[in-house]
């Protein structure tokens, strides 16, 4: 009589407890490129975190502090206090300053660190938390750093590595004054925006960014808000791509280079 197949072990799951998109982005694209077959879940806020916990434990939690409402200090406290998921490890990544985050450091499974957390330094907690899941593939060079990128600034890897950088770093800031300039309808501002974008975007080889920025300038000829507002989201989650695949391209706070 065959042996039946052993069943397949269950993918990994990981629960991200933050409220800023950028980071739930960045989080999302490092879980998911070092631990393949993940299943991420994402939570705004402690309150919606006790919901998916109640749900499924997961293998892994990251954990903000500051958040609206039910925040990390009030999660932690009934996590680390509940059977079934007081073992599950926690990284805390958090603005919070040292003394707020002190006695946290005591509480079993749980690991603070100070935000932003490199993805590089993410990724080696990560394969640190979940060994067995991890790949031990490198990740391939992406869509973007490709001829058009090499076509504008050179075959110099090392200076195509310091414009990745450099538009990683800046990344943040600039989704963070788009938001707040279309939130006031600061409409001038928006175009002074799309007048940078655009050279960025040709710089760098990133035609979704350039068609993007070219659809809010339209939609600011137009002058109906809500369709701007909508333009400005689509440029702000492109720069975000474009940050991780950056980052991801190369591993930009790593040490292999």
């Known amino acids: 009589m065959p042996t039946p197949p052993s069943p397949r072990p269950a993918a990994p799951r990981a629960l991200v407890v933050e409220d800023d998109p950028l980071y739930v982005t960045l989080y999302g694209e490092v ?5 393949p077959g993940i299943e991420i879940e ?19 939690i990251l954990l903000d502090l500051h958040m609206p409402g039910f925040d990390g200090f009030e999660l932690l406290d009934i996590v680390k206090r509940k059977h079934g998921l007081a073992e599950v490890p926690i990284l805390v990544v958090s603005s919070a300053p040292d ?41 391939a060079r992406s869509r973007l750093v490709a001829a058009r990128f090499t076509a504008f600034v050179g075959e110099d890897w090392d200076l195509q590595r310091q414009i990745a950088l ?11 004054r788009i938001a707040d300039a279309a939130r006031r309808r600061d409409y001038p501002q ?16 990133a035609e979704a960014l350039v068609q993007l920025v070219a659809r809010l300038r339209q939609q600011l000829d137009g002058g109906e808000h809500a369709a701007i507002a909508g333009a400005a989201e689509a440029v702000m989650e492109e720069i975000r791509q474009i940050a991780l695949v ?3 391209d190369f591993d930009l706070y790593g040490s292999a280079h």
């Not at 994402?42 to 892994?60: E, F, V």
């Not at 957390?117 to 490198?138: N, V």
């Not at 175009?191 to 080889?205: D, P, V, Y």
Request: aromatic share 6%; with cysteine.
């Open 31 to 35: 879980l998911a490129s070092t631990v």
């Open 42 to 60: 994402h939570a705004a806020n402690g309150y919606a975190a006790l919901l998916h916990l109640a749900k499924q434990r997961p293998d892994l």
């Open 99 to 139: 003394e707020s985050t002190q006695a946290l450091r005591s509480l079993p499974g749980v690991h603070v660190f100070a935000k932003p957390l490199r993805p590089a330094l993410l990724r080696k907690l990560i394969r640190q938390t979940l060994p067995d899941a991890c790949s031990a593939l490198s990740p």
């Open 166 to 176: 450099q538009f990683f770093d800046l990344a943040p800031d600039r989704i963070a």
């Open 190 to 205: 928006l175009r002074e925006w799309c007048h940078t974008l655009t050279g960025t975007g040709s710089m760098i080889g």
């Open 246 to 248: 950056f980052d991801h």
